[in-house]
Every structure is written in structure tokens, then in C-alpha cells.
């Protein structure tokens, strides 16, 4: 259905630290740089990650986050440690979440500029 999204950043090197670390378990790369902009993805950009005057300010109450697919559990689990080794903040530890699906293992992150972010794996444990 989407073919991207883009989100507006204050610091890009600041976003490119995090989204670097965090997405590389998942098996996502920084796969576009310029000046300003940073494009993450598998093969082809899905996430775009731009420097702008005025990001979206953070709100942790509007429901707005970005689930990312994890290959296994333990790359949910490394994608959370290296969020916030990277300046992300921990929004819920990984683990299972019976609430959304049997096999839904996810973890959640808030990252520097206040985007909710989760990987999730649906992979049986």
C-alpha cells in the first residue's frame, strides 16, 4: 500500500547514529545520503529521514508509530538494545505482547527526535 514515509528530523548525523544502529538487526541500511536527507530500506528506500525547520512535534498520545519487520526475536531484542545505546529512549522492553497476536514479540523505542518506533516479529518462539 505505502511505497514510503518520510519524517522530518532536527539533527540528521544525530539520526543517522540511531537509525543505523537500530534498523542494521532488522536487516534495513542507510541506503541514500545527501546533504540533509537520509534513505533507509531493504533493496529500495522505504523510510525517508530529512532534515526540517520544523518537525512534527512529539506526541505521545496521537497513536502515530513506525513498526518495522524484525527477522527473528533476537533481532528485536538487539535492535532495542542499540536504540538506546544510540540516543533512543525505551517505550517497552522486548517481549511477548499476547494483546496483539500469539506470536507477536516486539519491542519499543522513542527515537531522538520523539517518533514512536517498533520492530516486530511474528516468527514463533
Known amino acids: 500500500m505505502l511505497d514510503h514515509v518520510s519524517i522530518g528530523v532536527r539533527d540528521t548525523d544525530a539520526s543517522k547514529r ?6 542494521e538487526p532488522l536487516g534495513y541500511s542507510c541506503l541514500s545520503q545527501s546533504p540533509g536527507s537520509l534513505g533507509y530500506g531493504a533493496g529500495t528506500v522505504s523510510l525517508w529521514v530529512n532534515e526540517a ?3 512534527v512535534a512529539a506526541d505521545k498520545d496521537s497513536g502515530l508509530h ?3 519487520a524484525a527477522p527473528t526475536r533476537e533481532s528485536v531484542d538487539t535492535f532495542q538494545a542499540n536504540a538506546l545505546r544510540t540516543g533512543g529512549r525505551d517505550n517497552g522492553a522486548p517481549g511477548p505482547r499476547a494483546d496483539y497476536g500469539e506470536n507477536y514479540y516486539a519491542a519499543f523505542v522513542i527515537d531522538p527526535d520523539g517518533y514512536r518506533i517498533e520492530a516486530y516479529c511474528g516468527a514463533a518462539g
Open 18 to 23: 540511531f537509525y543505523d544502529a537500530a534498523l
Open 66 to 68: 513506525f513498526c518495522f
Open 53 to 55: 525547520a520544523r518537525p
